[in-house]
């Protein structure tokens, strides 16, 4: 692998992942392939692709995705357990990760590695006018992962307006 290569489904929960045998250290190759620059995308899908124990033991040794996606399909944004973009970054910020690190992830960073830094995943002048209104809302919501395991988190962004190129494309409704 070199710079600039991802690796996608990096919280799966099955061998030859991140961590070793056992599943209790991140390997040292993937500290190492991080550092030099290969990507390491969470894309949070269904089959075992998002696994909350070994995710909690990445995160607790340091480890964390580089961008943040989904692998979303008819079936898993209808059924789950991923529903949306912000659903993954929620329970991303479950386990400890903050809310500006889950944001730019999810933007700046992808926008970046794809070479279009400034232009999208930005709200500076002269970027498209792709933006996303979130709400951090406060309460009890359960999250599961591809293995069926739940957490109940007290933490949730939701989405309330999607804008593409300036125009609506989702619009939250009135509750």
């Given at each position: ?28 190759e ?55 973009l ?44 792709d ?45």
């Open positions: 692998m070199k710079p600039g290569d991802i690796i996608t489904h990096c919280f799966h929960g099955r061998d030859h992942g991140i961590m070793g045998p056992g599943r209790q250290l991140i390997l040292k993937v500290v190492e392939a991080q550092r030099h620059g290969v990507i390491f995308d969470c894309a949070h899908g269904r089959g075992g692709h998002f696994n909350f124990p070994l995710i909690e033991k990445a995160l607790d040794q340091g480890f964390l995705p580089d961008t943040i996606s989904t692998d979303l399909t008819f079936g898993t944004a209808t059924r789950g357990p991923v529903f949306d912000t659903t993954t970054m929620s329970k991303l910020m479950y386990f400890g990760v903050a809310l500006d690190d889950v944001v730019t992830r999810a933007t700046a960073t992808p926008a970046k590695i794809l070479g279009f830094e400034g232009v999208v995943g930005s709200l500076r002048p002269g970027a498209n006018a933006i996303a209104i979130l709400e951090l809302r406060e309460g009890s919501f359960e999250f599961r992962d591809t293995d069926g395991n739940t957490v109940n988190g007290k933490r949730r962004l939701v989405t309330h307006l999607t804008l593409k190129d300036g125009r609506v494309l989702y619009e939250r409704p009135a509750a």
